[in-house]
């Protein structure tokens, strides 16, 4: 069982950053890719970016790219999200969800490949 655990939300105005946390615990979480997606208010949860199990891979929706990176430390189970340049199109609830395919060499952005998820953090980025 693997647990997951966001942290870092809030209400910021435009233009703000925040940085995501997610807190890993019960499975060797240095040896699969983590994600993170959001979910808009009324709308379904979308990809944001994925990292994978080293570092070395990154990936970002078109959306987010240039303003927000992912990042790992694999010594403290913990994957985060730095967010620039917060628009208040960012306003969702954001998810961390690990991988289910052990050491994979390349990121996914496909929901169903990822089997374990928070309970999400709420991100409100006002005009």
């Known amino acids: 069982q693997v647990q997951l655990v966001e942290s870092g939300g809030g209400l910021v105005q435009a233009g703000d950053s925040l940085r995501l946390s997610c807190a890993a615990s019960?499975?060797?979480?240095?040896?699969?890719?983590m994600g993170w997606f959001r979910q808009p208010p009324g709308k379904e949860r979308v990809f944001v970016a994925a990292i994978t199990w080293n570092g070395r891979s990154t990936s970002y929706a078109d959306s987010v790219k240039g303003r927000f990176t992912i990042s790992r430390d694999n010594a403290k189970n913990t994957v985060y999200l730095q967010m620039n340049s917060l628009k208040p199109e960012d306003t969702a609830v954001y998810y961390c969800?690990?991988?289910?395919?052990?050491?994979?060499?390349?990121?996914?952005?496909?929901?169903?490949?990822?089997?374990?998820w928070g309970q999400g953090t709420q991100v409100t980025v006002s005009s």
């Open positions: 969800a690990a991988d289910s395919i052990f050491a994979a060499s390349y990121t996914t952005t496909a929901p169903s490949r990822y089997n374990y």
């Open positions: 019960g499975r060797t979480f240095s040896s699969y890719a």
